[in-house]
């Protein structure tokens, strides 16, 4: 990591998440209202069968747009909130394609959270990947 930046703490990212995943939530709200209302009328078999799987990928895809686009703006609401930022491991901004091999990466980092906080608090699988670090600002 680059000399001027301090890691970012892990309390610090995980707010961040938090928070990012309620903005999340809240902006693809109408989505989820229309399925639920769907899912318990009369029509309930389509809306659980046809639309379930396009709700979850819709909701992934919006994630991962989410993400690296505001990665490559500078931060997530809740990076910017928390006074953090992503950057690359010399210290520049995160390039798009690097944002992109990191918002596709973090599900990795769900599967293997115990193997990649345990030795290196500061950096997730995400990081590593992408070479990017989070860093205070």
């Not at 009328?41 to 659980?48: A, E, K, P």
């Not at 931060?75 to 210290?91: K, P, Q, S």
């Not at 500061?122 to 070479?131: E, F, K, N, P, Y």
Request: glycine share 8%; aromatic share 12%; proline share 4%.
């Amino acid at each position: 990591m680059h000399e001027s930046y301090e890691p970012a703490s892990l309390i610090r990212r995980f707010l961040s998440y938090c928070i990012d995943i309620l903005i999340q939530v809240l902006l693809f709200t109408p989505v989820w209202i229309w399925y639920l209302q769907g899912l318990f009328s009369d029509r309930s078999g389509i809306f659980l069968l046809g639309y379930s799987t396009l709700v979850v990928y819709g909701f992934a895809i919006f994630r991962f747009i989410y993400l690296s686009a505001l990665w490559r703006l500078g931060g997530t609401a809740g990076e910017r909130l928390l006074h953090i930022t992503v950057i690359r491991n010399d210290g520049l901004k995160l390039s798009g394609a690097r944002c992109l091999v990191r918002a596709l990466t973090i599900p990795l980092n769900v599967l293997s959270l115990a193997l990649v906080y345990i030795p290196s608090p500061h950096r997730g699988l995400q990081d590593r990947i992408s070479g990017s670090d989070v860093a205070r600002i």
